[in-house]
């Protein structure tokens, strides 16, 4: 580690190791035991007197927390876990309201591959080894009519990405966070609400308990693109910035590994992708349109699909265990911020899957977010805080002209009935520069593994 990264780190690094006992990077945990909330969670010096005043006296069951906690973070998912590790891992009490139980999101399967850029992250809070299993990906096999090109995704100086479903890291953070590390979720928190009325943030929610309300410091909405943290922030604030693609694809969860590296195959009749889902399974992604449904798409067709467009009669059939279709849009929502909630992951910004990115992007945020909560809580230091959207944004908008590149390039270049030819043409060279250009080649990569 070096550089401006490094330095910033540093100083992280002695923050957390004086105020809260983080073991980062060799550094020693403290050996002065926390105090704990009723849920275990480490209670940070000082806080005891910040008692909850509820204003929502009719309720019928206010479960109101002793202690208010400094950070409320709602929903559990990629963006929400990892947060809530690094920021319990800090001894910053938060604590994650999510509305499914533990078992559907420890099931929920999406993503494949953390890019080096996080693999990086989850080294500097010391996690790496705890959370990213699976082997190193460093390769994608572009096909143009069946015809493969293997690109090489290493750089000299960075280390590889990882190979780990969504699904695995977000099995691996709620062991750490709750079994390592004494966290705080609230699995089946319905109703959820947010006010801003104060200078304190507000949050109200329901579970088989009753009715439970506090106040914190600092409010983050992981959440999703469908949740309600941003549906709180008052219109007008936010800008939302949207391109739809116009087709879709079929995701296809089946019972059949990759047998070489992941494919990315483009098509005279369409794209055909095949990304790794673990030792057993790949998931195949075939364009299709807008408008189609299950219906449309027997597992036969699924077969003959797979088999024409990447011209190999040779494929077997195999289970599909699951198939759902995703419209291919980018959208962003700037800023980032609303007073002191802050919007991490898809609540903030989807990509097409193409890029596959928005996981990485998810925890992109929540990395810079981590460091900033940590710095305005533990040395009154807000600065990070106040630059988090525009860090970020500056982020996505790369990864999102990277996510066209890529969803226009894998898709213009194959079915000519979208674009027409002349796009085919173009795509193809585009795509044929990755492996002519060293420059083109060079920036691919850096994509590929987030230093962008
Ligand atoms: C088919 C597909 C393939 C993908 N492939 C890739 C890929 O290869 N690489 C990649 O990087 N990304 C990929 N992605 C994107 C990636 O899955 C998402 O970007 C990632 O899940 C975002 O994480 P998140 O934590 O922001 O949101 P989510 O994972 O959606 O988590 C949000 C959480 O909030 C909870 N929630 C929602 N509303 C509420 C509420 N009102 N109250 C409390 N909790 C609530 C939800 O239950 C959920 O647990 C893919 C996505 C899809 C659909």
Known sequence: MGGAAGLRLGRVEVRLERHAGLRLLGYVRQTVSPRRTRQGVPIPPGLDDRTFKCEHSSMNNINTPSVAPEVVIIGAG???????????????????LERRDRAYIEQRNRAGVVEA???????RWGL?????????????????????????????GRGPSRFCTQQMLVNNLLHQLLDVLDGDVRFEATDVTVSHDDSRPAVTWSDAEGTHATSCTYLVGSDGDRGVSRDAIPDGVLTEYRYDFGYAWLAALVEAPVTGDAIMAVSDHGFV????????????????????TEQDWPDERIWDEIRLRLNDQGIQDAAVVEKFFVP?????????????????????HLVP??????????????GVLGEAL???????????????SDTCLSHVWNYQDFATWMTDTMHDAGDPTQHGIFRQMTARARLDQLFSSPTAARLHREYQLGYN
Not at 132 to 151: E, H, K, Q, S, T
Not at 286 to 292: A, G, H, K, W
Not at 355 to 360: I, P
Not at 380 to 385: H, I, R, V
Request: proline letters at 5%; one cysteine or more; hydrophobic letters at 45%.
């Open 78 to 96: 990629v963006a929400g876990l990892t947060l809530a590790t690094f920021l319990t891992r800090a001894g910053v009490h938060c604590v994650v």
């Open 117 to 123: 850029r996080g693999v990086d992250v989850f080294e």
């Open 128 to 156: 790496a080894d705890d959370l990213l299993g699976g082997p190193l990906a460093g390769a994608i096999d572009y096909r143009v009519n069946g015809a493969g090109r293997v690109f090489d995704t290493t750089l000299d």
């Open 273 to 292: 992708g095949q990304l790794p889902r673990g030792p057993q399974r790949s998931r195949y992604y075939l364009q299709c349109r807008l408008e189609d």
């Open 328 to 348: 291919l849009r980018s959208v962003v929502r700037s800023p980032m911020r609303y007073r002191n909630l802050f919007l991490a992951g898809d609540a903030a």
């Open 353 to 366: 899957p193409a890029s596959a990115k928005g996981m990485n992007l998810a925890l992109f945020d929540v």
């Open 374 to 388: 940590v710095a305005a809580l533990r040395d009154g230091d807000t600065a990070p805080l106040e630059a988090y």
